[in-house]
């Protein structure tokens, strides 16, 4: 047998006689007692690089690309010319949708008022939203290149368009460390499958401990957190005596991150038996609290509330999945109205209540998703994908509110003023924590990465 296999033998070794750690481990941590797996939780950058003016993040991602000429960029050209082939203009513009001479322009038949003090241009669909208005910065001129759901759910989520890159909520748990001994840092929840799967919110090549955490709404909002009935009886003391020893025998040999992760986890998992189903727990919340939200993708955002008021960094919330998302290749005004519907009262009474609990200034909400549609039918009633130019809406955190930011062309297809690229929004985001963007890296196969990639620029025009 080789060192090698040795090392790997005893590791599994370790793994086997440490099964039922889970509570003790956290235990020898809650008591003071060193620890290795701790350094699996330590920042890679120990302070901010400037004064973060946000603090926590949560992010409301819209699956499957809500339509920006229905929600937030209305088109009166569209009524114009509704029904007509695009103008000659518009036919060599390089789009990877179908050829736009085989298509016709189809307006919006959606209205649209001017709301707040501020007047942005909000759908009449969207009647809760309407009431933040002033609230609000829509970005009307994002894009990026990536034409499919499942490449661009990965390049909006890990700056890349494919698997293996570390997602957002990684990067700032990397960056920042944790605000919470008690919870995950960067929590996710989805009621429906994810076309790209659970990895598209993974650490990538960061350590295992900067993953997202799912969590569930019910009793077990993490599966199997509660340690089986036997592995809670037993002398406590002396459970608690041989696994410091085995942790520290361990440590000293050798430095595994994968298994201080596993160690830290199990850290975790303990100190959560009784703070994660208290955070979820939205019967402490009073009856006018919940009404204000809704069911469904309202009592999600409640949770969200609920986790950045007990410390947690990152909330992502996926709405749609299967056939229930915004990817209307057909009858997309029925389509994008019922999933309006769904999430606009939850995003409202999300705005509202941190505003009224003073977190707002200090909790950044984005709302958006891997891409936008075209202006154009998709066979007689849809409209396809389109990530040439679409709309995202920022609040709280360091943003402006009651702004409209940049701009798409008369009809809709392109991001032509002041054109915000997915890079740029990264780097935005990543700056209102403190955050500079080319510096937060990490080395992994003989190079340093970062969520940007080598692109991206702070929009400081959106900023307060």
């Given at each position: 047998m080789s060192i090698d296999d040795r090392s790997l033998a005893s590791r599994r070794e370790w793994l086997?006689?440490?099964?039922?750690?889970?509570?003790?481990?956290?235990?020898a941590e809650l008591l003071g007692e060193a620890n290795p797996a701790r350094a699996a939780e330590r920042p890679a950058v120990a302070m901010p690089h400037h004064p973060p003016r946000?603090?926590?993040?949560?992010?409301?991602?819209?699956?499957?690309?809500?339509?920006?000429?229905?929600?937030?960029?209305?088109?009166?050209?569209?009524?114009?010319?509704d029904g007509t082939p695009p103008p000659e203009a518009f036919h060599n513009l390089n789009l990877q949708f179908t050829d736009v001479r085989k298509q016709k322009l189809m307006a919006s038949r959606q209205t649209f008022s001017r709301c707040g003090e501020s007047g942005l241009a909000i759908c009449d669909s969207l009647p809760y939203l309407q009431r933040c208005a002033d609230d609000l910065c829509i970005v009307r001129s994002l894009h990026h290149e990536v034409?499919?759901?499942t490449p661009a759910i990965w390049l909006m989520n890990t700056g890349h368009d494919v698997p293996g890159r570390p997602s957002l909520g990684s990067w700032l748990q990397y960056g920042?460390?944790?605000?919470?001994?008690?919870?995950?840092s960067f929590v996710v929840m989805h009621a429906k499958p994810l076309k790209p799967g659970p990895g598209v919110w993974g650490n990538g090549f960061l350590p295992a401990a900067f993953q997202g955490t799912r969590l569930s709404q019910g009793a077990t909002p993490i599966p199997y957190?509660?340690?089986p009935e036997l592995l809670q009886r037993g002398d406590a003391a002396k459970q608690l005596a041989y696994f410091r020893s085995l942790n520290g025998e361990h440590a000293r040999d050798r430095h595994d991150t994968e298994l201080d992760a596993r160690i830290a986890s199990?850290?975790?998992?303990f100190r959560m038996q009784s703070a994660a189903p208290e955070a979820v727990d939205l019967a402490q919340e009073t009856q006018t609290t919940r009404a204000a939200y809704g069911g469904g993708f309202g009592e999600q955002c409640l949770i969200a509330r609920r986790l950045v008021e007990r410390g947690v960094r990152c909330v992502q919330i996926y709405h749609g999945g299967g056939p229930d998302?915004?990817?209307?290749?057909?009858?997309n005004h029925n389509m994008q109205t019922r999933r309006m519907q769904e999430v606009d009262q939850g995003t409202a009474a999300l705005l509202q209540d941190l505003k009224v609990r003073g977190l707002l200034d200090e909790t950044l909400v984005v709302w958006g998703g891997e891409f936008g549609r075209t202006p154009t039918t998709e066979g007689s009633n849809g409209r396809d994908h389109s990530p040439y130019g679409f709309s995202m809406c920022l609040a709280g955190g360091g943003v402006k509110g009651g702004l409209t930011y940049g701009g798409t062309d008369e009809l809709g297809f392109r991001a032509t003023e002041q054109p915000v690229h997915l890079h740029d929004l990264n780097a935005t985001l990543l700056h209102l924590f403190?955050?500079?963007h080319e510096r937060l890296t990490t080395r992994h196969t003989g190079r340093d990465f970062r969520l940007t990639d080598v692109f991206g620029h702070v929009v400081r025009d959106i900023l307060t």
């Open positions: 086997r006689s440490s099964a039922g750690a889970v509570g003790m481990l956290a235990l946000a603090k926590s993040i949560i992010y409301l991602f819209m699956h499957g690309g809500p339509s920006q000429v229905d929600t937030f960029d209305p088109k009166p050209s569209l009524m114009r010319y034409f499919n759901h920042l460390g944790s605000l919470t001994r008690d919870l995950p957190l509660t340690p199990y850290e975790l998992a998302d915004w990817d209307s290749h057909h009858d403190g955050l500079d």
